[in-house]
Nanobody, 126 residues
Framework: VQLQASGGGLVQAGGSLRLSCAAF????????MGWFRQAPGKEREFVAA????????DYTDSVKGRFTISRDNAKNTVYLQMNALKPEDTAVYYC????????????????????WGQGTLVTVSS
């Protein structure tokens, strides 16, 4: 599976962006998908995950109520809608795919994912 993230850019605090991650190659219908981010000088951290059916989602506490992860399996694409952006959301955002089975206990970790996209930069100005 190859993943291609897009949609990053420069936005003012309080604004919105929608990131997209397109999957190519093997069907990703049964893969759990996740978004991670890495701010300058910091480790890559979990942001959100969505089950293969879209019926289950999970978020890190700092984005709950502001970010929404969704997917369209017909288009092999996962999205991250980001609202009420804050300067501390500035980071390179990466999408990732986890082959089934995908235990929920590992989906917050880098090791829980098998494929990674190249990242897209989100910059939030104050």
């Amino acid at each position: 599976v190859q993943l291609q993230a897009s949609g990053g850019g420069l936005v003012q605090a309080g604004g919105s962006l929608r990131l997209s991650c397109a999957a190519f190659g093997r069907t990703f219908t049964y893969y759990t998908m996740g978004w991670f981010r890495q701010a300058p000088g910091k480790e890559r951290e979990f942001v959100a995950a969505i089950s293969w059916s879209g019926g289950s989602t999970d978020y890190t506490d700092s984005v709950k109520g502001r970010f929404t992860i969704s997917r369209d399996n017909a288009k092999n694409t996962v999205y991250l809608q980001m609202n009420a952006l804050k300067p501390e959301d500035t980071a390179v955002y990466y999408c990732a795919a986890s082959k089934p089975p995908s235990p929920s206990t590992v989906l917050h970790t880098l090791g829980g994912y098998d494929y990674w996209g190249q990242g897209t930069l989100v910059t939030v100005s104050s």
